[in-house]
């Protein structure tokens, strides 16, 4: 029997393989040279421009687009890696809009900003194309600093580490570095291995040693790396998912959206990936958008995206929500879980829609049923324990705003501290403690 | 719709816009293909002397400078005059003018200076019945190298010489072509008034260079990894050409001869404005080689349009109408005082107002909390630097204080015209009367 998007239950090969490659190909290609030329002319190099406060690593974007308009994207990537050793995947997964693009004066002159993320792209695709590494170490300082996780906020702390002359050993708990890069992104963001391709760029800078299989807490603790290093920043994201606390939960189809994501981006062979006919995605992050938009990408019939707030609180960007909405998927707002439904195995699942009472949200009392044979869940990441000795804010570990922890000589960064759970919020805050790191061991 | 047809000095078209002497005029077929599309008239690419023709590089003969998205800006030649036989040249001519007698049709000539020559080519040329001719005294490369073209338009006697040898020699109208390869533009024109000539057109292009190759450190156009200077034109001259189109205009010495205006004209505006400082009739080149002949429909369009919006019914009624303000600047108002003013609805906080005035001017423009802009009057000169930066038209303006107002900058009150001759500061000043 051939199978279909029509076909009942989680099913792999919905989509031939020709359409699932051009489904999660590189979804916005690199600009060629005349698109940037013809993209980088309508900046207008702006006073003590809006959109460098805008992002969270403070490129000096108008030079960079001014270095790609004089026909030197290399010197562009340049200033591009300088603040942002990872300019290459925040290129392609940063919210610009709510970001340097929603700072631009022509956003708010024209609703069209200069295309920031895509020249910056553009940049720092043609010098790591180039294969050239345009850092090298100072003189070794002969300290050693551990650096747990290797997500954007490691990466960049033990870049940064590296190139201020310290040895850095990064452990990481999974098989691959990344982080969430590799494993937590949709696909079509980050086509033709560009995360994998960035992190062997980024530790050509040598004096990092890449340990992988190793988890805090398990192989390592963290007294351990205290007594065998100089400094320990920790950037080991989260690692945790909140459960949807509706009955039903454990049924067989019911799982995490990170797990899907990270299958996914993992997966050798897409025809062989199994999805459901009928999906629904709780959430309204870009978690959520990610894995609706993949199901559908897969051939899932129906996708169904359903917040329990309002459009305008969803995490997600509305960039991302007109994505998904194109993709086919439903986005239904005001609406949350109360039941999955199923014999062992999810067949439906039963929301209340909200609004919102004078406590906050209550249900309103009206029920509906949507049909689903896979849910996954994306309403919101945990740190998975705190680490002995650490204090927590918010859920997450407690940090001065220069990433030191409780603990002296612990920095911690990324997802795993209090901040914004961006990929470019992370290496800033890696790159920073790195800079406090070098600061403390030198003075 | 307004009548764009034209006399010029007895040469009569059914509009102003004719095609300059150049590649597209050089063969029949290009030129029937421009009537048919509608130009007014055409000046043929020039002729040389009989005998063997000259020969072009075979290399690139044009180089250019562009905007981003590749819209051409400037461009630069080192072709030489017509390459074919000067018998074919000539029965074309003959040929087009007789299929087309309502165009009109003037032949540029370069011949070598000596008086035999003129009166040799002159007389193969009146044969085809061509309505005038037009004396190249402009091209800049090549031709230059061997006492033609600007060799001849940067000195004054000569272009007196020829152009006296012409019109004793032709009854055709004579149009003297000037090159803006001279320091003063006025005395060329004048010297061709002196000879005779019945007008003037400008300008020829402009000794060029438009890039250099940093790889083999060449100049471009290349040849052979060399570059010798070649004629610039196009959009990036406009401004050049129109001064010295308004130079001759004025000139006391020059007024009223009749002008054919040349130099990067590529909209109807661009012709509007050569007629206004003067101009009878516009002569076209590079704004064809880069759209092809089509254009002329917009520019026919659009200045009929823009002379029923004024009621002009004639071209006539435009021609001429700026010259009387363009002036010297020592006879310009140093008592009109400006202020800049910025719409703070329209401002989109770009800031390159303040960066332009704070780092390159006179500090006269206060960035506020929230990036708000504002002119400080006491400081403002009215440079206008601010209003040419600012990306967005009419966001900034320049406000003119009444009579009587006091000028926050000065002290002073805004008082009646008064200009730099009187001004106490100049030693020169005479008393005002």
């Given at each position: 029997?051939?199978?279909?998007?029509?076909?009942?239950?989680?099913?792999?090969?919905?989509?031939?393989?020709a359409?699932l490659a051009e489904n999660f190909d590189d979804f916005y290609p690199c600009f060629d040279d005349h698109e940037a030329r013809v993209a980088a002319d309508r900046c207008y190099f702006c006073?003590?421009a809006p959109c460098i406060t805008a992002c969270p690593t403070a490129i000096d974007i108008p030079l960079f687009i001014r270095q790609i308009q004089a026909g030197q994207p290399e010197a562009a990537a340049k200033t591009i890696f300088d603040q942002n050793i990872l300019g290459g995947m925040c290129a392609r997964v940063c919210p610009t809009e709510n970001l340097c693009e929603g700072a631009c004066?022509r956003e708010?002159?024209?609703?069209q900003p200069v295309e920031i993320g895509r020249l910056q792209r553009y940049a720092t695709d043609t010098l790591m194309a180039g294969n050239a590494h345009p850092y090298a170490r100072?003189?070794?300082?002969?300290?050693?600093?551990?650096?747990?996780?290797a997500g954007p906020a490691g990466l960049a702390c033990a870049h940064r580490?590296a190139m201020?002359?310290?040895?850095?050993?990064i452990?990481e708990?999974r098989?691959k570095p990344g982080g969430l890069n590799e494993y937590g992104i949709a696909a079509y963001k980050a086509a033709n291995g560009i995360a994998q391709a960035e992190v062997d760029w980024l530790m050509r800078i040598g004096g990092i040693?890449l340990?992988?299989?190793?988890?805090?807490?398990?192989?390592?603790?963290?007294?351990?790396?205290?007594?065998?290093?100089?400094?320990?920043?920790?950037g080991?994201?989260?690692?945790?998912?909140?459960?949807?606390?509706?009955?039903?939960?454990?049924?067989?189809?019911?799982?995490?959206?990170?797990?899907?994501i990270a299958?996914l981006r993992q997966a050798e062979?897409l025809?062989?990936?199994?999805?459901?006919?009928?999906?629904?995605?709780?959430?309204?992050?870009m978690t959520?958008v990610d894995?609706?938009v993949q199901?559908?990408l897969?051939?899932?019939?129906?996708?169904?995206?359903?917040?329990?707030?309002?459009?305008?609180?969803?995490?997600a960007s509305?960039h991302e929500?007109d994505h998904a909405?194109t993709a086919?998927?439903?986005?239904?707002?005001?609406?949350?879980?109360?039941?999955?439904?199923?014999?062992?195995?999810?067949?439906?699942?039963?929301?209340?829609?909200?609004?919102?009472?004078?406590?906050?949200?209550?249900?309103?009392?009206?029920?509906?049923?949507?049909?689903?044979?896979?849910?996954?869940?994306?309403?919101?990441?945990?740190?998975?324990?705190?680490?002995?000795?650490?204090?927590?804010?918010?859920?997450?570990?407690?940090?001065?705003?220069?990433?030191?922890?409780?603990?002296?000589?612990?920095?911690?960064?990324g997802?795993?501290?209090?901040?914004e759970d961006l990929t470019v919020v992370a290496v800033a805050q890696g790159r920073?403690?790195a800079?406090?790191?070098?600061?403390?061991?030198?003075? | 719709?307004?009548?764009?047809?034209?006399?010029?000095?007895?040469?009569?078209?059914?509009?102003?816009?004719?095609?300059?002497?150049?590649?597209?005029?050089?063969?029949?077929?290009?030129?029937?293909?421009?009537?048919?599309?509608?130009?007014?008239?055409?000046?043929?690419?020039?002729?040389?002397?009989?005998?063997?023709?000259?020969?072009?590089?075979?290399?690139?003969?044009?180089?250019?400078?562009w905007g981003a998205d590749r819209?051409?800006?400037?461009?630069?030649?080192?072709?030489?005059?017509?390459?074919?036989?000067?018998?074919?040249?000539?029965?074309?001519?003959?040929?087009?003018?007789?299929?087309?007698?309502?165009?009109?049709?003037?032949?540029?000539?370069?011949?070598?200076?000596?008086?035999?020559?003129?009166?040799?080519?002159?007389?193969?040329?009146?044969?085809?019945?061509?309505?005038?001719?037009?004396?190249?005294?402009?091209?800049?490369?090549?031709?230059?190298?061997?006492?033609?073209?600007?060799?001849?338009?940067?000195?004054?006697?000569?272009?007196?010489?020829?152009?006296?040898?012409?019109?004793?020699?032709?009854?055709?109208?004579?149009?003297?072509?000037?090159?803006?390869?001279?320091?003063?533009?006025?005395?060329?024109?004048?010297?061709?008034?002196?000879?005779?000539?019945?007008?003037?057109?400008?300008?020829?292009?402009?000794?060029?260079?438009?890039?250099?190759?940093l790889d083999?450190?060449?100049?471009?156009?290349?040849?052979?990894?060399?570059?010798?200077?070649?004629?610039?034109?196009?959009?990036?001259?406009?401004?050049?050409?129109?001064?010295?189109?308004?130079?001759?205009?004025?000139?006391?010495?020059?007024?009223?001869?009749?002008?054919?205006?040349?130099?990067?004209?590529?909209?109807?505006?661009?012709?509007?404005?050569?007629?206004?400082?003067?101009?009878?009739?516009?002569?076209?080149?590079?704004?064809?080689?880069?759209?092809?002949?089509?254009?002329?429909?917009?520019?026919?369009?659009?200045?009929?349009?823009?002379?029923?919006?004024?009621?002009?019914?004639?071209?006539?009624?435009?021609?001429?109408?700026?010259?009387?303000?363009?002036?010297?600047?020592?006879?310009?108002?140093?008592?009109?005082?400006?202020?800049?003013?910025?719409?703070?609805?329209?401002?989109?906080?770009?800031?390159?107002?303040?960066?332009?005035?704070?780092?390159?001017?006179?500090?006269?423009?206060?960035?506020?909390?929230?990036?708000?802009?504002?002119?400080?009057?006491?400081?403002?000169?009215?440079?206008?630097?601010?209003?040419?930066?600012?990306?967005?038209?009419?966001?900034?303006?320049?406000?003119?204080?009444?009579?009587?107002?006091?000028?926050?900058?000065?002290?002073?009150?805004?008082?009646?015209?008064?200009?730099?001759?009187?001004?106490?500061?100049?030693?020169?000043?005479?008393?005002?009367?």
């Open positions: 029997m051939t199978i279909t998007p029509q076909t009942d239950g989680i099913r792999s090969g919905r989509l031939d393989r359409t006073y003590d004066v708010i002159a024209e609703g100072a003189e070794p300082t002969g300290k050693r600093i551990a650096v747990v996780g580490l201020k002359g310290h040895d850095v050993v452990f708990a098989e040693t340990q992988t299989g190793l988890s805090l807490g398990r192989e390592i603790t963290l007294e351990r790396l205290r007594g065998d290093f100089d400094a320990v920043f920790l080991i994201g989260l690692g945790g998912v909140n459960a949807l606390s509706a009955p039903g939960e454990e049924k067989a189809g019911v799982r995490p959206a990170v797990e899907f299958e062979d025809a062989a990936l199994p999805i459901g006919r009928h999906v629904v995605v709780i959430g309204g992050g959520a894995a609706a199901s559908k897969l051939g899932a019939e129906h996708v169904t995206m359903v917040y329990r707030r309002g459009r305008e609180a969803m995490a509305d929500l909405a086919g998927v439903k986005i239904v707002t005001h609406a949350m879980p109360v039941a999955i439904h199923g014999n062992g195995a999810v067949r439906e699942i039963e929301f209340a829609y909200t609004r919102q009472g004078e406590t906050g949200l209550e249900p309103t009392g009206e029920t509906f049923r949507l049909k689903a044979d896979q849910v996954f869940k994306a309403i919101g990441q945990t740190l998975d324990g705190l680490p002995d000795g650490l204090e927590a804010a918010r859920g997450k570990i407690a940090t001065d705003v220069i990433g030191r922890t409780a603990i002296p000589g612990v920095w911690a960064g997802d795993c501290a209090v901040g920073d403690a800079e406090d790191i070098h600061a403390s061991l030198t003075a | 719709m307004a009548d764009l047809s034209t006399n010029f000095i007895g040469i009569k078209s059914p509009n102003p816009y004719w095609l300059a002497s150049a590649p597209p005029t050089d063969k029949e077929y290009n030129v029937v293909r421009a009537f048919k599309a509608g130009w007014g008239g055409v000046v043929w690419k020039t002729l040389g002397a009989e005998g063997p023709p000259v020969v072009n590089v075979n290399g690139p003969r044009y180089g250019a400078i819209r051409l800006l400037g461009l630069n030649n080192i072709e030489l005059i017509t390459d074919r036989p000067l018998q074919v040249n000539l029965q074309e001519i003959k040929r087009v003018k007789r299929d087309w007698p309502d165009r009109a049709m003037v032949v540029s000539l370069m011949v070598p200076c000596d008086e035999e020559s003129w009166k040799s080519i002159l007389k193969a040329v009146e044969e085809t019945e061509v309505d005038g001719v037009e004396l190249n005294f402009g091209c800049p490369h090549g031709m230059s190298e061997r006492g033609m073209g600007s060799a001849v338009g940067q000195v004054p006697e000569y272009i007196e010489m020829v152009t006296r040898w012409v019109k004793q020699h032709s009854r055709m109208p004579c149009i003297v072509k000037l090159t803006p390869n001279v320091t003063d533009i006025r005395k060329p024109a004048e010297a061709a008034k002196r000879g005779g000539a019945d007008a003037v057109s400008l300008i020829n292009t402009i000794n060029s260079i438009t890039s250099v190759n083999t450190f060449s100049p471009e156009p290349m040849i052979d990894g060399k570059g010798a200077h070649g004629g610039y034109c196009g959009p990036a001259v406009k401004p050049i050409a129109l001064n010295m189109v308004a130079e001759i205009a004025r000139n006391p010495e020059t007024a009223g001869l009749p002008i054919s205006g040349i130099g990067g004209a590529t909209t109807w505006r661009d012709a509007a404005e050569f007629m206004a400082l003067g101009a009878g009739t516009v002569q076209v080149c590079t704004a064809a080689m880069t759209y092809g002949f089509g254009i002329i429909k917009e520019l026919t369009a659009g200045l009929s349009l823009y002379m029923d919006q004024k009621g002009f019914t004639s071209v006539d009624e435009l021609v001429g109408r700026a010259v009387p303000n363009v002036t010297d600047w020592q006879y310009l108002n140093l008592n009109y005082v400006t202020k800049a003013r910025i719409d703070q609805d329209l401002c989109i906080q770009c800031g390159r107002c303040f960066a332009a005035c704070e780092d390159t001017s006179h500090q006269a423009i206060a960035m506020k909390p929230g990036r708000v802009f504002e002119v400080i009057d006491a400081e403002c000169v009215a440079c206008n630097l601010c209003v040419n930066v600012c990306p967005v038209e009419d966001c900034i303006t320049m406000e003119t204080l009444p009579k009587g107002a006091v000028d926050p900058r000065t002290g002073e009150e805004v008082r009646e015209y008064a200009n730099w001759t009187t001004h106490p500061n100049n030693p020169m000043a005479k008393a005002a009367e």
